[in-house]
């Protein structure tokens, strides 16, 4: 049962760029989670986004939700080699303690 | 360190075999999951555990089996009814269904 959805799928940009990440879903959530994950390795957890917040900040990250377009975005300012990894959104359910759902993820590369 | 632990790193099944896949946390969360990732692919739920002697299936349980008799281990075997079981296997944990979830370093499932 895919909830969220990222777009782009992969994303190229230069060092020092911005690189922006959209997730759409279908259901009401009570929060939106946006996790990082290093080719072959585990998923890290970066930042979590109420339904009843509309934009967070951690460091360089940028998260921003609309719940009445059902839609969120990730935005990593002045961007890092570092930063290459790929980015998915992970979306819970109303209905009680039902587990997050991920989407697809978007693959960001950042070329120094 | 609290941390959450997967094992082996690389895994190998020849046909018509069970293997069993370890994931370890001490962490003290209550919530473990079992995902499965396909390459250029999202995380696909197999199983998950909301508290020790319970568990249920997420969208993709047929081949899989596990066990929750300790609220630290969570090991899911893939048995020989899984006839396409090269993947990676993601193991997580959270304090409930809905809060950010702590992923281990995964398991790499081939075919001999």
């Known amino acids: 049962s895919q909830q969220g959805e990222e777009d782009p799928q992969a994303l190229s940009i230069q060092e020092g760029e911005n690189a922006t990440m959209n997730c759409s879903y279908k259901?009401?959530?009570?929060?939106l989670q946006w996790y990082r994950q290093n080719s072959g390795r585990g998923l890290v957890h970066l930042i979590l986004i109420r339904s009843n917040e509309r934009e967070k900040h951690s460091g360089r990250l940028r998260v921003t939700l609309d719940t009445s377009k059902k839609s969120s975005s990730l935005l990593i300012t002045a961007s890092r080699a570092a930063d290459t990894a790929s980015y998915f959104c992970?979306?819970?359910?109303?209905?009680?303690?039902?587990?997050?759902?991920f989407g697809k993820g978007t693959r960001l590369s950042v070329i120094a | 360190d609290g941390g959450i632990t997967q094992s082996p790193k690389y895994l190998f099944r020849k046909e018509g075999q069970n293997v069993t896949l370890s994931c370890e946390q001490n962490l003290n969360h209550d919530a473990m999951y079992w995902y499965r990732q396909d390459p250029g692919q999202g995380l696909r739920l197999i199983y998950y555990s909301q508290i020790v002697n319970d568990f249920q299936k997420g969208d993709i349980a047929e081949g899989y089996s596990v066990s929750r008799e300790k609220k630290e281990s969570f090991p899911l075997t893939v048995t020989s009814a899984q006839k396409n079981p090269t993947a990676f296997y993601l193991c997580a944990s959270s304090f409930e269904g809905n809060q950010p979830q702590h992923f281990g370093d995964g398991t790499r499932l081939s075919i001999l």
């Open positions: 992970a979306t819970d359910g109303r209905s009680g303690n039902t587990p997050l759902v």
């Open positions: 259901t009401s959530i009570n929060n």
